[in-house]
């Protein structure tokens, strides 16, 4: 079936440090992809999204790029903040519709 | 509403007692699904529903779980006999029917089985 693996945490790094958090993905059509963000005492809410291969996403300055060569979708930032420090989710979802399957998680810690 | 709305916020229950957990999904969300997250721990695929049928109820731990949807709209699980580990949060979140749409998730339920 479906799956998403994402590279595990926790993550530490120091403010400003470039961000890459690994993401890959099995799935037998040609699903969408999405990164989740929760952070500290609050509910799951989508970064950003990819709906087909090429495909770049982005917000908050994070990006991830939609990889169908490498089944990949790498959330990366240029320069973290303090405030960045969350729990991020890589999922996928079928293009019918169905379930949205999510990677175990990611802790990271951005320090002063 | 404006959001996914989930109650309780907590549940403590004592262990055999059947709990009961209630989603209201965003309105014309046709899609809901039901996860758990238990601590430390990523998303445990629950059950999806579409409309009020659910396609997939794969991710059902056992027996004693299993939900429901009523008029395309609100979704109760429910725990029977409930034991200890099924203590974590239990989150909801809905969706358009399309792969495009993204998921919006509610607060989720945080029950502890005592």
């Known amino acids: 079936g479906d799956s998403v693996t994402q590279m595990e945490g926790p993550v530490t790094l120091s403010e400003e440090a470039f961000l890459t958090i690994n993401c890959t993905y099995t799935?037998?059509?040609?699903?969408?992809l999405f990164w989740y963000v929760q952070y500290p005492g609050e509910g799951l809410q989508l970064l950003l999204k990819?709906?087909?291969?090429?495909d770049k996403g982005s917000n908050k300055g994070f990006e991830a790029t939609y990889r169908k060569e490498t089944t990949s979708f790498h959330l990366e930032k240029g320069s973290v903040q303090v405030s960045d420090s969350a729990v991020y989710f890589c999922?996928?979802?079928?293009?019918?519709?169905?379930?949205?399957?999510f990677g175990q998680g990611t802790e990271l810690s951005v320090k002063p | 509403g404006a959001g996914v709305s989930q109650s309780p916020s907590n549940k403590v229950t004592e262990k055999g007692k059947d709990v009961e957990l209630r989603c209201d999904p965003i309105?014309?969300?046709?899609?809901l699904y039901w996860y758990r997250q238990s601590l430390g721990q990523g998303l445990e695929f629950l059950i999806y529903?579409?409309?009020?049928?659910?396609?997939?109820k794969s991710g059902l731990p056992s027996d004693r779980f299993s939900a429901e949807r009523t008029g395309g709209s609100v979704s109760t699980l429910t725990i029977q006999r409930t034991q200890q580990e099924d203590s974590a949060v239990y989150l909801c979140?809905?969706?358009?029917?399309?792969?495009?749409?993204?998921?919006?998730f509610g607060q989720g339920t945080r029950l502890t089985v005592v």
């Open positions: 979140a809905s969706s358009t029917l399309t792969g495009l749409g993204e998921a919006f």
């Open positions: 799935a037998t059509g040609y699903p969408s």
């Open positions: 990819a709906t087909k291969a090429d």
């Open positions: 999922a996928l979802r079928d293009n019918q519709g169905g379930k949205l399957i």
């Open positions: 309105s014309g969300h046709t899609a």
């Open positions: 529903f579409q409309g009020n049928s659910a396609p997939d």
